[in-house]
């Protein structure tokens, strides 16, 4: 409710789906993660499995709890996707020497191999959005900041 000029609650009435922000981003994200599956096809693997090869590729021999951390997922998510990675032979999940509670995750040859064909992936999404890099950019530093805010929040 609201209040007008004279001070009298207003009821207002309700939004339409389309009018919320939630919703933006939902529609939005499925959309995305529409495109991702079509490029990912021939891959064999899923959009969360990308992700975590994408933070492998960058460096290789992370605890799951680092991969977590990255990913904004806990290990009762992520450990099903690993095994999954592991399954099809592209990562190796091992107890750390170090730490025994702590599980680290390898590329496998093959893991390291299927970058390579995963390089075209982000130009094919962006060719997909119609976004110049300068608005990819932008959009993604303003989610960036909406995601910090939330997190903050809630």
């Known amino acids: 409710m609201n209040s007008n000029q004279d001070g009298k609650k207003v009821k207002r ?5 389309d009018q919320h922000l939630c919703f933006a981003l939902y529609s939005a994200n499925l959309a995305m993660h529409k495109v991702y599956r079509q490029q990912l096809a021939a891959l064999n693997i899923t959009y969360p ?8 590729w960058v460096q ?3 605890t799951v709890s680092e991969i977590g951390e990255q990913l904004f997922l806990d290990s009762a998510t992520l450990t099903p996707l690993l095994k999954r990675l592991e399954t099809a ?12 509670r702590q599980v680290v ?19 094919a999404v962006q060719c997909a959005t119609a976004c110049d890099t300068g608005t990819m950019a932008a959009l ?3 989610l ?9 929040a809630g």
Do not use: C, F, W
């Not at 032979?89 to 025994?100: A, H, I, N, P, T």
């Open 105 to 123: 995750v390898t590329l496998t040859d093959q893991g390291r191999e299927l970058q390579a064909r995963a390089a075209a992936i982000p130009e």
């Open 89 to 100: 032979g592209l990562v190796r999940r091992q107890r750390s020497r170090q730490d025994e």
């Open 140 to 142: 993604k530093e303003q």
């Open 144 to 152: 960036d900041m909406l995601r910090t805010n939330l997190n903050r």
């Open 13 to 17: 009435p309700p939004l339409q789906v």
């Open 49 to 56: 499995q990308y992700l975590v090869m994408l933070v492998l």
């Open 60 to 62: 290789d021999d992370v």
